[in-house]
C-alpha cells in the first residue's frame, strides 16, 4: 500500500523534525520568560537543552546516518544539562535559605538593596 | 497500513503530547505538576530517539534526565516550597511579551527552515550497533572523536558537584568563620520579607 | 618700589598698619575674645583704636615734614601691593594713599573711632551683645580706615561697601527690635541703591582710564615717579585726576546727548557719595539709623561714615571741577540738603533725630562748600575739609552727650528730659560747648569752619548759596539750642529726668576730650595743611563773612530763648499758628511717604511683581521643566532596569530577534 500520508508530504522528514524541535524550543523560552519561580525557569531551560539534542539528533539520522556524532553531542547536552541543574539547584536552595523565596519579581536585588515583600 | 504510516501517525501523536506535556510544564501553577509534566516531555524525547534509531541515546535519557535530574527538580521543589504552594502568576505584560518572543522565535525558525534546501535525504546504513559505535567515538580521537570534549565534560561534571555541594551547604557557625560560604549573617543585609500562602511562617525554612 | 618711596620714613612706609591693627583686633575680638572672655573685648578694641591712632598721629607728623613747608603737599603711595593680575597691564593694587586729606581723614577716624570705643565700654555696660558690639565697632574702624587710605577707586569701593555693611549691622545692632531691623534694612538698600551709581560711574572711568592708558599712562607715571610704591595702574586716583586723561573723558567725541562721559561718570559717583552722606533724595535712611546705640550715631553716622561721601567728591575733586556741571550737582545738591534737613531738624522732638537732621544739614554744608571750589579757587575745598575736621569732633561730642542723656532718663523724646544742668553738670557743659561750636560762635571750631565755608561761597561768585548758608546758619543755632534748652534747663518734664545722675568716668572723659577738641579745632592753621590746585592765600577772619554770620547765629540762639524758654507755651502757639506748613515739616515733607507710594503702589505692583511671575513661572518653569524632563526621561529608562532578569531575557531575545530578521532579510 502506497504511503498515502507521505504522499500528501505528511511524511516526517527533516524539516518536520526541525520545526518540532523549534516549538519545544519556543515553548521553553516562554517559560523562561514568563516562569515566576526559579525552579520553573529552571525546567523551561531543561526544555531547551532537550530540543537542541533532539535537534542534534535529528540531524544525525537524516544526514549521516553511517555515524553517531550527533548522538554523541546529545550524550553531552544531556552531560551539560545534568550538571547545571546540580549547580542551579544548589543556588536555590542557598537563595532561598538566604531570601526566603525564590520568585524571580522580587530577586531584584540588583536593583533594590532590599527584597520586595 | 505501511510502516512508514505507522510511523507518521507515531510522530505526530508523540509530537503533539510531547508539546502538550512542554506546555505544560511552563504553564502548570503547581512547580510538581510542572516536574511531572517535564518527566512526560523527556519520556516522549527518548521515544523520539527511538524513532531516530537512537536506542542507546534513548536509554541514557530515560536514566539521566528521568532518573537523575527530574528527582533533584523535585527535590528542590520539595525544598524551596510548599507542594500546595501555587505559584504567583506572571505578569499580563510579562506574558505577553513571552508569547511574543516565543511566536517569534518560532516563527523565525520555522521560516528558516521550510524555506531552506536541506537537500535530499543521505541514505546509508546506522551503524548495528549504536552503543558501541558511541563508546567508540567518545574515546577516540581524530575526524569523528570526542576523547578531549569528554574529559571536559567529566571535569564540568566533577566541578558542578563540587559547587553544588560548596553552594548547597549550610553556612557554618560564627565560630568557624574561615569556611564561611559567603553568608555570613553580617555578610548579608536583608530583611527576610513576609511570606505570602505559607501557613507554617517563615522559620521551619530557614 | 622706587627709591624715591624706598626713602621715606619707616612709619609712612609701613602706613598700612593704621588700618591693619584694627582688622587685626576685629578677627581677635570677634573669633576670640567675643565668646570666650565678652568682658575683656571692650578694653581690647579700644586699646586697639588708640594704637592705630597712635600710628595715624605719627604718620602726619612725618607726612608734614616730608616736604617744606608752606608748598603744597603731593600725594604719595608709601606702599602698595599687586591685589588682582587681571592681565599684564591691568592690575588693582590695594595700599597707602597720602595727601592732606587723607591724612586728616586718619587722624579725625581714629581719634573719634577711640573715644567712642572708649565711651561705649560705659554705655554698652552689662549688654548682652558688649562682645559683638565691639567687634563690628572694630570692624568699622577698620573699613573706614582702608577706605581712606584707598590709592585707587577700586580699593576704595570695597571699603565703601564694607563700611556700608558695618554700618548696617551696627545700625541693627539690636536685632530684636523690629524697628531697628527695618531701619538697618532701610540703610542697607538706600545705599546700595546709590552704590549702584557709583559702581557704574567706577566702571565707566576705569574702562576709559583703561583705554586711554597706553597714550596718558606714561606722561602721568612720569610725572608721579618716585611717589608711589608700585608702577602706576590705571585705577590710581593719580592717573584718574590727572587733567590730561579728565581731558579725554571730556571730550566731545565721548559726550552722550550733549552731556560729557565725564560729567556722567562724575555724577554717578556723586549718587554714590550722595547714598552714602545722605543727600537729600537719598537722605532717607539716616534719621532712622539713630535706631543703632548711640555710640554708634556718633561714630558712624555722624563724623566718620557719613563723611565719606564728602571725602570722595574730595578725593576726585580734579574730575569734578574738570567737569563743572558735576561740580553744580554737588552744589546745589549740598545746599539744598542743607536747608531742607535744618527745617526739619527744628521740628523733631526725638534728641537723636534732631542730631541726625542736624548732621545731615552740615554734611550739605560740606558739600556745597566743595561745589562752590574750582581748581584755582580751593577755598571751598578747604574749607569742607575744615568743616568736616570740626563738625566730626562736635558732632561726635553732640552724640556722645545726647548717649550719656539717653543713658540716664531711658528715653530719646526731649519732652520727657529737662533741668539736666544739674543732675549731669559734666555732660551739660561739654554738650553746651558742643552746641555753640555748631552754632557758630567766636570763638569755637564751628566759628572758624564755618566762616570759611560762607567766605568761600560769598568769593566763588555764589551769593544765593552764600544767603542760603546764612539762613541755615540761623536755623541750626536755633535748633540747637532748641534741644539745648529744653534738655537741660527748665524743669524736669519726666520723673526719670528728676532721678538722672552724672555719666561714669569713661563716658565723660572722651566728653571732656572732645569738648577741648571741638572748642580748639578752629585755631588750627588749616589752610597750610589742606589744599588743592592753587594756593588758598586766605587766612584768618574776614570780617564781611563773620559778622552776618554770627548775627545769624545769634539770632537762632535768641529765637530759641524766646520760644523754649519757660513751659515752652510760646513755642507751641507758634506751631499751631503755622498750621498746616509745621506739620508738613514735622512729617518730614512727606518723603518717606512718596517713597513708600513710589516703591509699594508703582515700583512693587506694577513692576516688581510681574517680573516676579515671570521669574517664578517662566524662568524658574523653564529651569524645572528641563530637571522635571531628565527625570522623567531617567526614570522610564530606568524602568528598563528592573533588576529582574526576565525582563532582561524578553529584551535579549527580542534583540536577538530584530537582529536575526535584520541579517536573514539583508541575506535576501
Same mark, same amino acid.
Given at each position: 500500500?502506497?504511503?498515502?500520508?507521505?504522499?500528501?508530504?505528511?511524511?516526517?522528514?527533516?524539516?518536520?523534525?526541525?520545526?518540532?524541535? *523549534? #516549538? !519545544?524550543?519556543? /515553548?521553553?523560552?516562554?517559560?523562561?520568560?514568563?516562569?515566576?519561580?526559579?525552579? +520553573?525557569?529552571? $525546567? @523551561? &531551560?531543561?526544555?531547551?537543552?532537550?530540543? *537542541? #539534542? !533532539?535537534?542534534? /539528533?535529528?540531524?544525525?539520522?537524516?544526514?549521516?546516518?553511517?555515524?553517531?556524532? +550527533?548522538?554523541? $553531542? @546529545? &550524550?553531552?547536552?544531556?552531560?551539560?544539562? *545534568? #550538571?547545571?541543574?546540580? /549547580?542551579?539547584?544548589?543556588?536555590?536552595?542557598?537563595?532561598?535559605?538566604?531570601?526566603?523565596?525564590?520568585?524571580?519579581?522580587?530577586?531584584?536585588?540588583?536593583?533594590?538593596?532590599?527584597?520586595?515583600? | 497500513?505501511?510502516?512508514?504510516?505507522?510511523?507518521?501517525?507515531?510522530?505526530?501523536?508523540?509530537?503533539?503530547?510531547?508539546?502538550?506535556?512542554?506546555?505544560?510544564?511552563?504553564?502548570?501553577?503547581?512547580?510538581?505538576?510542572?516536574?511531572?509534566?517535564?518527566?512526560?516531555?523527556?519520556?516522549?524525547?527518548?521515544?523520539?530517539?527511538?524513532?531516530?534509531?537512537?536506542?542507546?541515546?534513548?536509554?541514557?535519557?530515560?536514566?539521566?534526565?528521568?532518573?537523575?535530574?527530574?528527582?533533584?527538580?523535585?527535590?528542590?521543589?520539595?525544598?524551596?516550597?510548599?507542594?500546595?504552594?501555587?505559584?504567583?502568576?506572571?505578569?499580563?505584560?510579562?506574558?505577553?511579551?513571552?508569547?511574543?518572543?516565543?511566536?517569534?522565535?518560532?516563527?523565525?525558525?520555522?521560516?528558516?527552515?521550510?524555506?531552506?534546501?536541506?537537500?535530499?535525504?543521505?541514505?546509508?546504513?546506522?551503524?548495528?550497533?549504536?552503543?558501541?559505535?558511541?563508546?567508540?567515538?567518545?574515546?577516540?580521537?581524530?575526524?569523528?572523536?570526542?576523547?578531549?570534549?569528554?574529559?571536559?565534560?567529566?571535569?564540568?561534571?566533577?566541578?558542578?558537584?563540587?559547587?553544588?555541594?560548596?553552594?548547597?551547604?549550610?553556612?557554618?557557625?560564627?565560630?568557624?568563620?574561615?569556611?564561611?560560604?559567603?553568608?555570613?549573617?553580617?555578610?548579608?543585609?536583608?530583611?527576610?520579607?513576609?511570606?505570602?500562602?505559607?501557613?507554617?511562617?517563615?522559620?521551619?525554612?530557614? | 618700589?622706587?627709591?624715591?618711596?624706598?626713602?621715606?620714613?619707616?612709619?609712612?612706609?609701613?602706613?598700612?598698619?593704621?588700618?591693619?591693627?584694627?582688622?587685626?583686633?576685629?578677627?581677635?575680638?570677634?573669633?576670640?575674645?567675643?565668646?570666650?572672655?565678652?568682658?575683656?573685648?571692650?578694653?581690647?578694641?579700644?586699646?586697639?583704636?588708640?594704637?592705630?591712632?597712635?600710628?595715624?598721629?605719627?604718620?602726619?607728623?612725618?607726612?608734614?615734614?616730608?616736604?617744606?613747608?608752606?608748598?603744597?603737599?603731593?600725594?604719595?603711595?608709601?606702599?602698595?601691593?599687586?591685589?588682582?593680575?587681571?592681565?599684564?597691564?591691568?592690575?588693582?593694587?590695594?595700599?597707602?594713599?597720602?595727601?592732606?586729606?587723607?591724612?586728616?581723614?586718619?587722624?579725625?577716624?581714629?581719634?573719634?573711632?577711640?573715644?567712642?570705643?572708649?565711651?561705649?565700654?560705659?554705655?554698652?555696660?552689662?549688654?548682652?551683645?558688649?562682645?559683638?558690639?565691639?567687634?563690628?565697632?572694630?570692624?568699622?574702624?577698620?573699613?573706614?580706615?582702608?577706605?581712606?587710605?584707598?590709592?585707587?577707586?577700586?580699593?576704595?569701593?570695597?571699603?565703601?561697601?564694607?563700611?556700608?555693611?558695618?554700618?548696617?549691622?551696627?545700625?541693627?545692632?539690636?536685632?530684636?527690635?523690629?524697628?531697628?531691623?527695618?531701619?538697618?534694612?532701610?540703610?542697607?538698600?538706600?545705599?546700595?541703591?546709590?552704590?549702584?551709581?557709583?559702581?557704574?560711574?567706577?566702571?565707566?572711568?576705569?574702562?576709559?582710564?583703561?583705554?586711554?592708558?597706553?597714550?596718558?599712562?606714561?606722561?602721568?607715571?612720569?610725572?608721579?615717579?618716585?611717589?608711589?610704591?608700585?608702577?602706576?595702574?590705571?585705577?590710581?586716583?593719580?592717573?584718574?585726576?590727572?587733567?590730561?586723561?579728565?581731558?579725554?573723558?571730556?571730550?566731545?567725541?565721548?559726550?552722550?546727548?550733549?552731556?560729557?562721559?565725564?560729567?556722567?561718570?562724575?555724577?554717578?559717583?556723586?549718587?554714590?557719595?550722595?547714598?552714602?552722606?545722605?543727600?537729600?533724595?537719598?537722605?532717607?535712611?539716616?534719621?532712622?539709623?539713630?535706631?543703632?546705640?548711640?555710640?554708634?550715631?556718633?561714630?558712624?553716622?555722624?563724623?566718620?561714615?557719613?563723611?565719606?561721601?564728602?571725602?570722595?567728591?574730595?578725593?576726585?575733586?580734579?574730575?569734578?571741577?574738570?567737569?563743572?556741571?558735576?561740580?553744580?550737582?554737588?552744589?546745589?545738591?549740598?545746599?539744598?540738603?542743607?536747608?531742607?534737613?535744618?527745617?526739619?531738624?527744628?521740628?523733631?522732638?526725638?534728641?537723636?533725630?534732631?542730631?541726625?537732621?542736624?548732621?545731615?544739614?552740615?554734611?550739605?554744608?560740606?558739600?556745597?562748600?566743595?561745589?562752590?571750589?574750582?581748581?584755582?579757587?580751593?577755598?571751598?575745598?578747604?574749607?569742607?575739609?575744615?568743616?568736616?575736621?570740626?563738625?566730626?569732633?562736635?558732632?561726635?561730642?553732640?552724640?556722645?552727650?545726647?548717649?550719656?542723656?539717653?543713658?540716664?532718663?531711658?528715653?530719646?523724646?526731649?519732652?520727657?528730659?529737662?533741668?539736666?544742668?544739674?543732675?549731669?553738670?559734666?555732660?551739660?557743659?561739654?554738650?553746651?560747648?558742643?552746641?555753640?561750636?555748631?552754632?557758630?560762635?567766636?570763638?569755637?571750631?564751628?566759628?572758624?569752619?564755618?566762616?570759611?565755608?560762607?567766605?568761600?561761597?560769598?568769593?566763588?561768585?555764589?551769593?544765593?548759596?552764600?544767603?542760603?548758608?546764612?539762613?541755615?546758619?540761623?536755623?541750626?543755632?536755633?535748633?540747637?539750642?532748641?534741644?539745648?534748652?529744653?534738655?537741660?534747663?527748665?524743669?524736669?518734664?519726666?520723673?526719670?529726668?528728676?532721678?538722672?545722675?552724672?555719666?561714669?568716668?569713661?563716658?565723660?572723659?572722651?566728653?571732656?576730650?572732645?569738648?577741648?577738641?571741638?572748642?580748639?579745632?578752629?585755631?588750627?592753621?588749616?589752610?597750610?595743611?589742606?589744599?588743592?590746585?592753587?594756593?588758598?592765600?586766605?587766612?584768618?577772619?574776614?570780617?564781611?563773612?563773620?559778622?552776618?554770620?554770627?548775627?545769624?547765629?545769634?539770632?537762632?540762639?535768641?529765637?530759641?530763648?524766646?520760644?523754649?524758654?519757660?513751659?515752652?507755651?510760646?513755642?507751641?502757639?507758634?506751631?499751631?499758628?503755622?498750621?498746616?506748613?509745621?506739620?508738613?515739616?514735622?512729617?518730614?515733607?512727606?518723603?518717606?511717604?512718596?517713597?513708600?507710594?513710589?516703591?509699594?503702589?508703582?515700583?512693587?505692583?506694577?513692576?516688581?511683581?510681574?517680573?516676579?511671575?515671570?521669574?517664578?513661572?517662566?524662568?524658574?518653569?523653564?529651569?524645572?521643566?528641563?530637571?522635571?524632563?531628565?527625570?522623567?526621561?531617567?526614570?522610564?529608562?530606568?524602568?528598563?532596569?528592573?533588576?529582574?532578569?526576565?525582563?532582561?531575557?524578553?529584551?535579549?531575545?527580542?534583540?536577538?530577534?530584530?537582529?536575526?530578521?535584520?541579517?536573514?532579510?539583508?541575506?535576501?
Amino acid at each position: 500500500m502506497p504511503d498515502i500520508l507521505a504522499g500528501l508530504g505528511l511524511a516526517p522528514g527533516i524539516v518536520h523534525w526541525m520545526v518540532l524541535t *523549534a #516549538a !519545544l524550543f519556543a /515553548v521553553g523560552l516562554y517559560g523562561i520568560l514568563t516562569r515566576r519561580s526559579a525552579v +520553573g525557569v529552571l $525546567m @523551561a &531551560v531543561e526544555l531547551l537543552l532537550n530540543s *537542541a #539534542a !533532539l535537534s542534534f /539528533v535529528v540531524f544525525n539520522h537524516f544526514r549521516m546516518p553511517a555515524l553517531v556524532d +550527533g548522538q554523541v $553531542m @546529545a &550524550v553531552f547536552v544531556i552531560a551539560v544539562a *545534568a #550538571a547545571e541543574v546540580v /549547580v542551579g539547584m544548589a543556588v536555590f536552595v542557598a537563595l532561598y535559605r538566604v531570601s526566603h523565596t525564590v520568585d524571580l519579581n522580587r530577586l531584584d536585588r540588583l536593583k533594590n538593596d532590599e527584597v520586595k515583600p | 497500513m505501511s510502516e512508514g504510516a505507522v510511523e507518521t501517525i507515531l510522530f505526530y501523536a508523540i509530537a503533539a503530547m510531547s508539546l502538550f506535556f512542554a506546555i505544560a510544564t511552563v504553564t502548570a501553577r503547581r512547580l510538581l505538576r510542572a516536574a511531572v509534566a517535564l518527566m512526560f516531555v523527556l519520556v516522549l524525547s527518548a521515544g523520539f530517539y527511538v524513532m531516530l534509531a537512537a536506542e542507546f541515546l534513548a536509554g541514557v535519557q530515560v536514566l539521566v534526565y528521568v532518573g537523575g535530574i527530574v528527582v533533584v527538580i523535585v527535590f528542590v521543589i520539595m525544598l524551596t516550597s510548599s507542594v500546595d504552594l501555587l505559584e504567583e502568576r506572571p505578569p499580563l505584560l510579562r506574558k505577553a511579551l513571552g508569547a511574543l518572543a516565543a511566536i517569534g522565535f518560532f516563527g523565525t525558525t520555522a521560516a528558516v527552515y521550510l524555506t531552506t534546501d536541506f537537500g535530499a535525504a543521505a541514505d546509508a546504513a546506522p551503524p548495528a550497533e549504536s552503543a558501541r559505535a558511541i563508546g567508540a567515538a567518545l574515546l577516540d580521537y581524530g575526524p569523528h572523536g570526542y576523547v578531549v570534549p569528554f574529559e571536559v565534560i567529566s571535569l564540568l561534571l566533577l566541578a558542578a558537584l563540587v559547587g553544588g555541594i560548596a553552594v548547597a551547604r549550610r553556612s557554618p557557625p560564627p565560630s568557624q568563620p574561615l569556611t564561611s560560604g559567603g553568608d555570613l549573617p553580617g555578610e548579608v543585609s536583608f530583611t527576610p520579607p513576609k511570606r505570602q500562602n505559607d501557613p507554617e511562617g517563615g522559620a521551619s525554612h530557614a | 618700589m622706587s627709591g624715591a618711596v624706598a626713602a621715606l620714613p619707616f612709619i609712612l612706609r609701613n602706613a598700612w598698619l593704621v588700618a591693619a591693627i584694627p582688622f587685626v583686633s576685629f578677627v581677635f575680638v570677634g573669633l576670640v575674645l567675643r565668646p570666650k572672655v565678652p568682658r575683656i573685648a571692650g578694653v581690647v578694641a579700644t586699646l586697639s583704636i588708640f594704637a592705630a591712632a597712635g600710628v595715624a598721629g605719627g604718620v602726619a607728623w612725618e607726612y608734614y615734614h616730608l616736604f617744606p613747608p608752606g608748598a603744597l603737599h603731593p600725594a604719595i603711595v608709601p606702599f602698595a601691593f599687586e591685589w588682582l593680575r587681571f592681565m599684564p597691564g591691568l592690575t588693582v593694587t590695594m595700599g597707602v594713599l597720602l595727601d592732606p586729606i587723607s591724612v586728616l581723614l586718619l587722624l579725625v577716624v581714629t581719634s573719634v573711632s577711640a573715644l567712642v570705643h572708649l565711651y561705649s565700654i560705659g554705655y554698652m555696660h552689662g549688654d548682652p551683645g558688649f562682645g559683638r558690639f565691639f567687634t563690628f565697632l572694630n570692624l568699622f574702624t577698620f573699613s573706614m580706615l582702608g577706605l581712606v587710605i584707598a590709592p585707587n577707586i577700586l580699593q576704595i569701593y570695597v571699603f565703601w561697601e564694607l563700611v556700608g555693611v558695618s554700618s548696617f549691622l551696627l545700625i541693627g545692632y539690636y536685632y530684636e527690635k523690629p524697628s531697628a531691623v527695618a531701619a538697618s534694612k532701610k540703610a542697607f538698600i538706600v545705599t546700595r541703591f546709590a552704590d549702584l551709581g557709583f559702581l557704574i560711574g567706577v566702571l565707566i572711568l576705569g574702562y576709559n582710564g583703561y583705554t586711554a592708558f597706553g597714550d596718558v599712562g606714561p606722561t602721568v607715571a612720569r610725572e608721579v615717579t618716585g611717589r608711589i610704591a608700585t608702577d602706576l595702574q590705571p585705577f590710581d586716583f593719580l592717573y584718574l585726576t590727572h587733567p590730561d586723561l579728565l581731558g579725554r573723558l571730556a571730550a566731545p567725541a565721548l559726550a552722550v546727548g550733549g552731556v560729557s562721559l565725564l560729567t556722567i561718570a562724575m555724577i554717578l559717583v556723586f549718587m554714590g557719595a550722595a547714598g552714602k552722606s545722605a543727600m537729600f533724595p537719598l537722605h532717607i535712611w539716616l534719621p532712622d539709623a539713630m535706631e543703632g546705640p548711640t555710640p554708634v550715631s556718633a561714630l558712624i553716622h555722624a563724623a566718620t561714615m557719613v563723611v565719606a561721601g564728602v571725602y570722595l567728591v574730595a578725593r576726585l575733586f580734579p574730575a569734578f571741577a574738570f567737569s563743572g556741571d558735576a561740580l553744580t550737582v554737588v552744589m546745589c545738591v549740598g545746599a539744598f540738603t542743607s536747608l531742607f534737613a535744618a527745617v526739619i531738624g527744628c521740628t523733631q522732638d526725638d534728641i537723636k533725630r534732631v542730631l541726625a537732621f542736624s548732621t545731615l544739614s552740615q554734611l550739605g554744608y560740606m558739600m556745597f562748600a566743595l561745589g562752590v571750589a574750582a581748581m584755582d579757587r580751593p577755598a571751598g575745598y578747604t574749607a569742607s575739609m575744615f568743616h568736616l575736621f570740626t563738625h566730626a569732633f562736635f558732632k561726635a561730642l553732640l552724640f556722645l552727650g545726647a548717649g550719656a542723656v539717653i543713658h540716664a532718663v531711658h528715653t530719646n523724646s526731649i519732652w520727657e528730659m529737662g533741668a539736666l544742668r544739674r543732675k549731669m553738670p559734666i555732660t551739660h557743659l561739654t554738650f553746651l560747648v558742643a552746641t555753640l561750636a555748631i552754632a557758630g560762635v567766636w570763638p569755637l571750631s564751628g566759628f572758624f569752619s564755618k566762616d570759611e565755608i560762607l567766605a568761600a561761597a560769598l568769593r566763588g561768585g555764589h551769593p544765593v548759596v552764600f544767603g542760603l548758608g546764612l539762613l541755615v546758619a540761623a536755623l541750626t543755632a536755633f535748633y540747637m539750642f532748641r534741644i539745648y534748652i529744653v534738655v537741660f534747663l527748665g524743669r524736669a518734664r519726666h520723673e526719670h529726668a528728676e532721678h538722672a545722675h552724672e555719666a561714669p568716668f569713661v563716658m565723660w572723659a572722651p566728653l571732656a576730650l572732645l569738648a577741648l577738641l571741638s572748642a580748639v579745632a578752629g585755631f588750627v592753621p588749616f589752610g597750610s595743611f589742606v589744599g588743592i590746585g592753587a594756593e588758598a592765600g586766605h587766612e584768618g577772619i574776614d570780617l564781611a563773612v563773620a559778622i552776618p554770620a554770627s548775627t545769624a547765629g545769634v539770632l537762632g540762639i535768641g529765637l530759641a530763648f524766646l520760644l523754649y524758654s519757660g513751659d515752652g507755651a510760646r513755642a507751641t502757639a507758634g506751631a499751631n499758628a503755622l498750621g498746616g506748613a509745621y506739620r508738613v515739616v514735622k512729617r518730614k515733607f512727606y518723603v518717606d511717604e512718596l517713597y513708600l507710594f513710589v516703591t509699594h503702589r508703582i515700583i512693587f505692583r506694577h513692576i516688581s511683581r510681574p517680573i516676579a511671575w515671570f521669574d517664578r513661572h517662566a524662568v524658574d518653569g523653564m529651569v524645572n521643566l528641563s530637571g522635571w524632563t531628565t527625570r522623567r526621561t531617567g526614570s522610564l529608562l530606568g524602568a528598563l532596569h528592573g533588576g529582574r532578569v526576565q525582563a532582561y531575557g524578553v529584551w535579549l531575545v527580542g534583540g536577538t530577534l530584530f537582529l536575526l530578521l535584520v541579517l536573514w532579510s539583508a541575506a535576501f
